[in-house]
T-cell receptor, first 111, second 116 residues
Framework: GIQVEQSPPDLILQEGANSTLRCNFS?????LQWFHQNPWGQLINLFY???GTKQNGRLSATTVATERYSLLYISSSQTTDSGVYFC?????????????FGQGTILTVHP | GAVVSQHPSRVICKSGTSVKIECRSL??????MFWYRQFPKQSLMLMAT?????????EQGVEKDKFLINHASLTLSTLTVTSAHPEDSSFYIC????????????FGDGTRLSIL
């Protein structure tokens, strides 16, 4: 299966700062998703972005499939953005859709 | 749309008990559902792929007799942890896709299982 690596593992920000989270994957993917896991464990689906760029409010994401990476941008961070951010990819060779998760980025936003 | 409901959200039970967790796709049909496990401060690890009307596919190292999966309809998959022990305590999350192929996966809210 594919390997998914996220960086940085930990990120501490002051409220209002911008940040970029990165996800590298070892093989081509036909599904790439970004999630925010809140303190209760719920996985919030941020983006489904196998390629291209999408924006949703203060968040945006870009996937460059040919170079096997994806970026998640958080602008004007707020304390409620704190939590763990995961990216997960599905290899193009996988026939039944299982996702492989990265190890996550723990984001802490201080007021 | 594309809501996945998981129940129960939390279970606390004694060692040796069997626990059933349900995963339902509320507004779409899912021929395939997935079961993940997450230990504290770790990522999600796929346990098995649940296929409607056929046997589940288990990942390496996951005991199929320990974690029974049933996917009897296009909207319901169940995971039963049989004879649970404290080391089975974990956070279990299911997901489903609307179609096979290039569709996002939608996740339930997870079940926190604590075995005493």
């Amino acid at each position: 299966g594919i390997q998914v690596e996220q960086s940085p593992p930990d990120l501490i920000l002051q409220e209002g700062a911008n940040s970029t989270l990165r996800c590298n994957f070892s093989d081509s993917v036909n599904n790439l998703q970004w999630f925010h896991q809140n303190p209760w464990g719920q996985l919030i689906n941020l983006f489904y972005i196998p390629s291209g760029t999408k924006q949703n409010g203060r968040l945006s994401a870009t996937t460059v499939a040919t170079e096997r990476y994806s970026l998640l941008y958080i602008s004007s961070s707020q304390t409620t953005d704190s939590g763990v951010y995961f990216c997960a990819g599905r290899s193009g060779g996988t026939s039944y859709g299982k996702l492989t998760f990265g190890q996550g980025t723990i984001l802490t936003v201080h007021p | 749309g594309a809501v996945v409901s998981q129940h129960p959200s939390r279970v606390i039970c004694k060692s040796g008990t069997s626990v059933k967790i349900e995963c339902r796709s509320l507004d779409f049909q899912a021929t395939t559902m997935f079961w993940y496990r997450q230990f504290p401060k770790q990522s999600l690890m796929l346990m098995a792929t649940s296929n409607e009307g056929s046997k589940a596919t288990y990942e390496q190292g996951v005991e199929k007799d320990k974690f029974l999966i049933n996917h009897a309809s296009l909207t319901l998959s169940t995971l039963t942890v049989t004879s649970a022990h404290p080391e089975d305590s974990s956070f279990y999350i299911c997901s489903a896709s609307q179609l096979t192929g290039n569709q996002p996966q939608h996740f339930g809210d997870g079940t926190r299982l604590s075995i005493l």
